[in-house]
């Protein structure tokens, strides 16, 4: 059964940065394309970064050179580094695994002075 932790949100002031985790078992990890997604209350889910089994990276134009998606191939986890953190990236951030259909909870995010 796959399941999906996200965890390391919290709320931080404007400027600061976070790190986000999400622990990934029941699929086999290290094949596969991770993603990080984002919801705004209100809006609909966002993609936010991708890294595929080669480590090949993307980002969506909103947080490119402010975010870093990474993976852990031997501890099944992907990260997701925010920094210089502003109002519109407070959201519930969600890791994804491509082709597995199963999402985690959520990690809250605020950014708030």
């Known amino acids: 059964q796959v399941q999906l932790v996200e965890s390391g949100g919290g709320r931080v002031q404007p400027g600061g940065s976070l790190r986000l985790s999400c622990k990934v078992t029941g699929v086999t990890f290290s094949c596969r394309t991770l993603r990080w997604y984002r919801q705004r209350p209100g809006d609909q889910r966002e993609w936010v970064a991708q890294?595929?089994?080669?480590?090949?990276?993307s980002y969506a134009t909103s947080v490119k050179g402010r975010c870093t998606i990474s993976r852990d191939n031997v501890e099944n986890i992907v990260y997701l580094q925010m920094n210089d953190l502003n109002a519109e990236d407070s959201a519930t951030y969600y890791c994804?695994?491509?082709?597995?259909?199963?999402w985690g909870q959520g990690t809250q995010v605020t950014v708030s002075s």
């Open positions: 890294i595929n089994s080669d480590g090949l990276t």
């Open positions: 994804f695994v491509l082709g597995s259909g199963h």
